[in-house]
Structures are given as structure tokens and as C-alpha cells.
């Protein structure tokens, strides 16, 4: 079993930096694939970025050259550092975990971008 604990969400003005961090419990973190996903009211969930467990990273054409995924294996933690956020990357943040085909979610954290 894994369990993910989102933290780092808040109010950011436009232009404003957030970092988010999710901490695993479990022993299978460093090999997992990890992601970031958000959801917007009214939307679906969708994926913001994803770092393999080799450390690959892949990226929503919405994220590139703004976002940053990261994961530190012996703190257990992944890391999505967002940058120039935008009104439009509101929305609740999600860490997934995936491995052998299981599905594991966090509780989410709320991010909002507004002057």
C-alpha cells in the first residue's frame, strides 16, 4: 500500500511561484512512476507532469517550460516546482503513484492563481 500526502498549495498572484511536495509511506516509491495531475470545477482531471522511476520526465503541452517535476527516492517525495503561474493553473493538484498497474491518489491541494 501506498499513501500520498500532497502539501505546498495556497493563493499565488499571477507571475508567482508555488512548490508542491508529496510524501509516500510505503517501501515502493523509487519504483513507482509518480505524477502530478490537476482538476479544475467543472473539468477533468488531467496530467500536468510525470516522472518515471528512471527519473523520465514527461510534460502537458500546459506545463512545459514552466513546471519542473522532481523526486528525491531516499525522502520518499516528488516535487512539482511551478513557475510564471497563470489565472488558468487553478485548480486542485493531485500526486499519483503508479505501480504494477495499481493506482494510488492523495487527498489534493488546492491551488489558486488571482491578483
Known amino acids: 500500500q501506498v499513501q500520498l500526502v500532497e502539501s505546498g498549495g495556497g493563493l499565488v498572484q499571477p507571475g508567482g511561484s508555488l512548490r508542491l511536495s508529496c510524501a509516500a509511506s510505503g517501501s515502493i516509491f523509487r519504483f513507482a512512476d509518480m505524477g502530478w495531475y490537476r482538476q479544475a470545477p467543472g473539468k477533468e482531471r488531467e496530467l500536468v507532469a510525470a516522472i518515471t522511476s528512471g527519473s523520465y520526465t514527461t510534460y502537458a503541452d500546459s506545463s512545459k517550460g514552466r513546471f519542473t517535476i522532481s523526486r528525491d527516492n531516499a525522502k520518499k517525495t516528488v516535487y512539482l516546482q511551478m513557475n510564471s503561474l497563470k489565472p488558468e493553473d487553478t485548480a486542485v493538484y493531485y500526486c499519483?503513484?503508479?505501480?504494477?498497474?495499481?493506482?494510488?491518489w492523495g487527498q489534493g491541494t488546492q491551488v489558486t492563481v488571482s491578483s
Open positions: 499519483n503513484a503508479r505501480f504494477t498497474r495499481a493506482d494510488y
